[in-house]
């Protein structure tokens, strides 16, 4: 069944759609008769008519602009996640600021002297959820990315299966009996990677040995944190699990320069599936993340919010693409 429209609900009335916008605004006194408001109102009540808040808003002059806040204009990820959002945006009239976290995550400055006046909605990524703090728009719908899903204080969240992602790599070394792992941790402080560490820890079984290493979002942090988990011949894992790409082709550069080959030594995992996945030698098995679709949904959902629709939806599916950089376990 079609949503009814407010030229149905002019149809029905027998006004002009002007004249249904004037008194479902609440704009009529002294514009149209009584007789006529009233037999708007019982025309919209009758067909369950309810007003689009994100046109109405439009016409009332609101900005039709969202904010996307990231934690890295540098990451591919949210580069994606941006582009999603801004196809959907514009197919509905609206335009998407993207505001990066100054520090990639931490405290930001307010970029509006009143972000009510010049948004009408936030999307933002869990990983950047401390920027928001110093944004003025407290009252303005939120729409939160890769976030925990029981948190309060956002009208929607939007979410990757990040555990199945998880689950996939767990099955994929299981499978070529891997038994020893170390877990390349984001040092981030965010749920997306919590999430990640808590299923791995879960996942794996009593005979599998787990070993966790954070280091800094950047190739080189993890090159440096590797070489030293690395160092000891006779206590290295067989598999490295690493919480992105860029933290995974740290790891490989760490275990080229410590004479260990990949996959014959060393089985290397990541998780984005970004750019840099192709083109490290070997290429990197990781699991692929929709970032577009993450942006598609994100502003899907502040758009329903806006119109008053509440906005539910299962996690994004992800898949483990399994290329070079995994393989077998070595004998001991």
């Keep these: 069944m079609t949503r009814p429209t407010s030229r149905d609900v002019a149809t029905a009335a027998g006004v002009s759609q002007a004249t249904v ?6 704009k009529w006194r002294g514009r149209v008769s009584e007789r006529t408001a009233t037999l708007v109102r019982e025309a919209a009540t009758e067909l369950g008519y309810r007003p689009n808040l994100a046109a109405r ?3 009332l002059g609101s900005t039709r602009t969202a904010l996307l806040v990231v934690p890295a204009l540098t990451n591919e990820f949210f580069a994606r996640v941006y582009t ?5 945006a514009a197919d509905h009239g609206f335009g998407v600021v993207l505001y990066p976290s100054p520090d990639g995550t931490g405290p930001a400055r307010d970029p509006f002297a009143s972000a009510r006046a010049a948004l009408d909605g936030v999307i933002a990524s869990s990983m950047a959820a401390d920027a928001l703090a110093a944004i003025g ?6 729409v939160m990315l890769d976030s925990d899903p029981t948190s309060t204080g956002a009208a929607a969240h939007v979410n990757l299966a990040m555990a199945d992602g998880v689950r996939q790599i767990c099955a994929h070394l ?10 390349l941790a984001s040092a981030i402080d965010s749920w997306t990677f919590e999430v990640r560490a808590e299923t791995l820890a879960a996942l794996l079984d009593p005979t599998t040995r787990l070993r966790t ?20 011949p006779h206590d290295r894992p067989t598999a490295i699990v690493c919480d992105d790409d860029i933290l995974a082709a740290g790891a490989c550069k760490a275990a080229r320069r410590l004479g260990l080959r990949i996959p014959e030594d060393l089985s290397v995992t990541g998780f984005d599936d970004l750019a840099l996945a192709t083109a490290v030698e070997p290429e990197l098995t ?7 679709q993450v942006g598609e949904q994100g502003m899907t959902a502040l758009l329903s919010v ?7 939806a299962p996690d994004i599916p992800v898949d483990l693409i399994v290329r070079d950089s995994s393989g077998p376990a070595p004998t001991p």
Excluded: K, Q, Y
């Design 21 to 26: 916008s004037l008194v479902l605004g609440d």
């Design 57 to 59: 808003n439009l016409r």
């Design 84 to 88: 999603g959002a801004a196809r959907v």
């Design 137 to 142: 728009g407290d009252d303005l719908p939120l």
């Design 174 to 183: 299981r499978g070529h009996g891997h038994r020893d792992i170390l877990h």
């Design 213 to 232: 290493v954070r280091a800094e979002l950047t190739v080189e942090a993890a090159r440096t944190a590797m070489e030293t988990a690395l160092a000891a």
């Design 286 to 292: 990781t699991v692929h993340l929709p970032a577009e």
């Design 306 to 312: 806006l119109e008053g629709t509440p906005w539910t």
